[in-house]
Every structure is written in structure tokens, then in C-alpha cells.
């Protein structure tokens, strides 16, 4: 049934199989700023989400009723194809028992579920989307999220996935909203973009960590973030400056996954082992923003992003980047920030960005205070919760 776009205070569910503190993906890390929004704006939130390492059934986080439910998580974001199953009956359970305003589902596992009894009971549903894994090509690319032998499925399950029909689709930047009409052949109308929130306040209030660094990488490791090329960008630099007598580049790597013991290798094969501290996956979100505030440059030679939240994150910490330039990226970064960006798998050039931000004090200090004032300007907490609430009004008027 249409209706008038709702100004009173709603109730918000949302969708995702992990959730803060347990799990620190960039699609956590956003709802987690969202949901607390929400709930200063006067609006109710619940989250549900699977079980998590130590999590209660139910517990209260700044304001937000999380819901933890399904299989437990010992490993996140780790889980098996069978816990994916049953978390996805547990979505139906739920939504078969209460009736939110509006639902926020965050793809891949529960998006199917959550569609399926909105869908049956008339519950406005929005679909959050992140990115895409295919290629210009239509085909899927080489370091998407699927493993070697499946990912020729990515594609068409991702047809299948992002062409039900919610009541509204939601994603984080006009690159992925491109994607999603060129390659999934979505429409226009359906989709809104709202570009993430940084809790700015909170990265202010976080002390750099003590023992500053020159370079530093951030993400998790795996193929498509390529933490290789951060190693390789060390070593070419760090011969250069030892050739002039200079002391060699202090290095830094954050992250967990598949390729960390590879990764580590790697340091060595590329001579920089002794210049690197390898903090891995730390458990503290509050300690990851620590360890970039004390660094010169974040380093993300990433091929796929939706957003590139940690870009937004180094620009709030007073960090200066360098970076791939993909279409999300760039679209983070704006016109102001583009020469901080490389071709993709231009190594070199991404070489040449990270030595001039290194060796260059003033333009190193230009790219920072440009930086800030991008974040504040584009990325505030609550002009994205608003910009969002603003989205779940279309999903209810609609719905």
C-alpha cells in the first residue's frame, strides 16, 4: 500500500551476518555508525545478526538491541555454507514473529531470506549493496569473493540476487550504482546512493599510537586488496633512499585472511622484513585508527572497493594516501585528492605518489588538510543517517 513519507520515529531492523565488535568489515564498521544515528535521532533499532565468538543472545550497544541469533561464529568473518543456511532460516523465524517499519539487509546469505518473508508479510525491505563482482567484461573478476573453482557463479548469482524486487536498493557510491544498471541491468529509479559516514569526532578523540610509521596497509588480506604490491612499493623505495644514505621506509601491515602467511613471505623475498612490524588482525577498531594516525601514508593498492572506507578513515586521522584508482576510489578521493592516485597495476606510478608524499613535506601537508576537509564536508555521521532515513521513507511509501 502507498502512503505519505513517514516523519515519526521508526523502527529499523538490520540484516547482516556479522556485526561490531565481533567482526570489523567495512559493511560492520558502516551500520554500526548508522545504527547508533538512528537511535540519537530518536529512532529504534535492532540488529540481527549471527553468533559471534563470546556474543550473548541479546545485548545493548550504544542504544542498538543486537540480536545475535543461528549458528555461533568462532572465526568471523570465517563461517561455513551450512551456517550460512541456518542463519538464513533464523531471518525468516524472526521476521515471521515481529514487524519492523523498514528492514536494512546487507548482501550476500541473508539478502534471499529477508526478501523472501518481507516479501510474505509486506514489510518494506531495503537492499543494501555494496559492490559487484564482475567486470566490465560481464565476467567475473580474478579476485572477487568467490573461490577459483565457483567464481564463474558470481555473476549469475549476482543477476539473480540484485534483480528481486525490494523496495528500494541502497549502495555507497555512483560507481557501484553504474554497475549495478550496466552490468546487472537494474533500474535507475530503484536505486538510491548514500556514500558511508565516518564517525569524525570519534577518530579525533582516538591518540595516535606511540611509535609513528612511514607506510602503512590496512585491509584484509586477500587477493584483491593485494598486499604484495604495498611490499613491492616498500622495497623499490627503500633501495632508492638506500642508495642515498638514507635510513629505510619504517613499515606497517594490519589485516587477517587468507594470504597472511604468504604475505609474510613475501617481506622477506622482498628484502623489507626487518623494516616491517606485521600487527596482523587486531581486535580494536580504536587501535587500527591509532596505528593510522601515526602514519605518513595509508597505501591501498586495492582492484575492487564499493567505497574505500579506510581512504575516508585516513582522511579523517590526518593521514595522507596513496592509491588505485578504480572508480569508487576515485569517487572517495574527489577531484581535490586525484593526483594521490595510480593507474590500476601501474606499480610504478603508485611508487611515485607514495615517494613524493614521503619525501615532500608541504605537498604531504597540502593532501592532508585537503583530505579533512573532503571527510568533513562529504562523510559526516549524521548527514549520512539522515540521507538514509531518507531512503527507508522512500521504502515505506512505496512498499
Same mark, same amino acid.
Given at each position: =500500500?502507498?502512503?505519505? +513519507? ?29 545504527? *547508533?544515528?538512528? !537511535? ?36 568471523? +568473518? ?23 517499519? #523498514? ?42 569473493? =568467490? ?15 540484485? *534483480? ?22 537494474? @533500474? ?22 606511540? $611509535?609513528?610509521? &612511514? ?5 584484509? =588480506? ?30 606497517? =601491515? ?7 602467511? $604468504?604475505?609474510?613471505?613475501? @617481506?622477506?623475498?622482498?628484502? #623489507? ?13 580504536? &587501535? ?8 605518513? !601514508? ?17 582522511? @579523517? ?21 586525484? &593526483? ?45 543517517? *539522515?540521507?538514509?532515513?531518507? !531512503? ?8
Amino acid at each position: =500500500m502507498r502512503g505519505s +513519507p513517514v516523519t515519526t520515529a521508526m523502527h529499523v531492523l538490520i540484516v547482516s551476518e556479522m556485526s561490531p565488535p565481533y567482526a570489523t568489515g567495512g559493511g560492520e564498521k558502516r551500520y554500526a555508525i548508522l545504527a *547508533r544515528e538512528l !537511535v540519537k535521532l530518536g529512532h529504534q533499532v535492532n540488529w540481527l545478526s549471527m553468533r559471534q565468538k563470546d556474543s550473548a543472545d541479546a545485548e545493548e550497544v550504544d542504544g542498538v538491541c543486537h540480536l545475535h541469533v543461528g549458528p555461533r561464529i568462532v572465526r568471523p +568473518p570465517v563461517r561455513s555454507f551450512f551456517a550460512k543456511l541456518r542463519f538464513m532460516l533464523s531471518v525468516i523465524a524472526y521476521l515471521a514473529r515481529n514487524r519492523p517499519d #523498514v528492514v536494512d539487509c546487507q548482501t550476500y546469505a541473508p539478502l534471499p531470506a529477508a526478501w523472501f518473508i518481507c516479501k510474505l508479510r509486506g514489510i518494506p525491505l531495503v537492499a543494501t549493496i555494496h559492490d559487484t563482482s564482475t567486470a566490465s567484461s560481464n565476467k567475473p573478476v580474478a579476485d572477487q569473493w =568467490m573461490s577459483a573453482w565457483d567464481g564463474w557463479l558470481a555473476g549469475f548469482v549476482e543477476r539473480g540476487l540484485y *534483480r528481486l524486487s525490494y523496495s528500494r536498493v541502497l549502495t555507497v557510491s555512483e560507481a557501484v550504482k553504474d554497475m549495478l544498471v550496466q552490468r546487472m541491468g537494474l @533500474a535507475q529509479s530503484s536505486i538510491s546512493v548514500v556514500p558511508n559516514g565516518i564517525d569524525i569526532g570519534a577518530i579525533e578523540s582516538i591518540a595516535p599510537h606511540p $611509535s609513528p610509521t &612511514d607506510l602503512i596497509f590496512v585491509g584484509r =588480506m586477500v587477493p584483491h586488496k593485494h598486499p604484495e604490491v604495498f611490499l613491492e612499493v616498500a622495497a623499490r623505495l627503500s633501495a632508492g633512499r638506500k642508495d642515498q644514505g638514507l635510513k629505510p621506509l619504517r613499515l606497517r =601491515m594490519i589485516g587477517g585472511g587468507p594470504l597472511a602467511t $604468504s604475505i609474510r613471505a613475501h @617481506a622477506d623475498n622482498y628484502g #623489507v622484513s626487518e623494516e616491517l612490524e606485521w600487527l596482523g588482525e587486531l581486535e580494536s577498531h580504536s &587501535d587500527v585508527i591509532a596505528h593510522v594516525k601515526s602514519a605518513r !601514508v595509508l597505501v591501498l593498492p586495492s582492484t575492487r572497493e564499493g567505497f574505500g572506507l579506510v581512504l575516508a578513515e585516513a582522511m @579523517a586521522c590526518g593521514t595522507a594516501f596513496a592509491a588505485y584508482s578504480i572508480a569508487p576510489v576515485a569517487e572517495t578521493a574527489g577531484p581535490e585528492l586525484a &593526483d594521490c592516485l595510480a593507474m590500476p597495476a601501474d606499480l610504478g606510478q603508485l611508487a611515485r605518489v607514495v615517494s613524493l608524499l614521503v619525501e615532500d613535506a608541504d605537498c604531504w601537508a597540502e593532501r592532508v588538510a585537503l583530505g579533512k576537509a573532503r571527510v568533513r564536508e562529504k562523510f559526516g555521521a549524521e548527514s549520512f543517517a *539522515r540521507s538514509t532515513i531518507g !531512503v527507508y521513507q522512500i521504502a515505506i511509501s512505496t512498499a
